[in-house]
């Protein structure tokens, strides 16, 4: 790797939850690096802790022990707020269930983060605008999600995730509700904008095929990064 700019830094995290009486130990300690420009796969399979470690790179969640750094900055122990303000500067969030507004249009959605950011209507329309153009749905913006198929519909989450031109884009089984042919060419666009744009992009998935499509892999079992993928 060229660039070897650190933008997430986990040191030996650990993340639990209470069930009950009981605290389930989700993540055991865990350590890596993501640099800057990075199209990192974390794969795992149900249940080996992957989707915690989204959650906390995406600020939505906090580690019980340990340390992440997000550029340099130690985010482990901000509040609410501060990790919202971080989330809308820096970080996409593309879902395999799109989590598109279904009484907002296509443009719409696309601007609403914008609009949480304050930003002049006109503005964020032109710039919503163009991010459709991007991603090749600026024909349909008036369209609701029902009026869309699954491809254009994350098409559109991929739009949203980016209006805010984040440095960091977390994809969740971002191909998981589509047909082959169209998880392919999200992919493509994922691997565009890793390239073109400079996007870093962390793809969280079970499936090893999607896996291998990136970078590099780091595999998680049992809450713990493994070598390989031991699992499959």
């Known amino acids: 790797m060229t660039n070897t700019q650190t933008v997430i830094q986990f040191i030996d995290v650990t993340k639990s939850y209470k069930m009950g009486d009981t605290d389930f130990q989700v993540l055991k300690g865990v350590s890596f690096d993501i640099y800057k420009k990075d199209f990192v796969g974390i794969v795992g399979p149900s249940g080996s802790g992957k989707t915690t470690i989204m959650n906390l790179i995406g600020l939505l969640d906090t580690a019980n022990t340990g340390k992440y750094l997000l550029n340099g900055e130690d985010v482990t122990s901000l509040s609410s707020s501060q990790r919202a303000t971080l989330r809308n500067r820096y970080i996409g969030f593309i879902f395999q269930s799109f989590f598109l507004l279904p009484r ?113 892999k780091i595999p998680v079992v049992d809450g713990l990064i493994t070598e390989k993928d031991a699992w499959i």
């Open 104 to 216: 907002l249009t296509a443009i719409q959605n696309v601007m609403l983060p914008l609009m949480y950011r304050g930003i002049d209507r006109k503005i964020a329309h032109e710039k919503a605008m163009t991010m459709l153009k991007k991603v090749s749905m600026d024909h349909r913006p008036n369209h609701r999600p029902s009026e869309l198929s699954g491809g254009q519909q994350q098409r559109v989450a991929i739009a949203r995730a980016l209006v805010g031109d984040p440095t960091l884009i977390l994809a969740d089984e971002p191909t998981g509700a589509l047909d082959q042919k169209t998880g392919a060419d999200v992919l493509n666009l994922l691997k565009q904008l890793n390239h073109e744009e400079g996007a870093t992009v962390i793809i969280i998935t079970h499936d090893v095929a999607l896996a291998n499509q990136c970078h590099r």
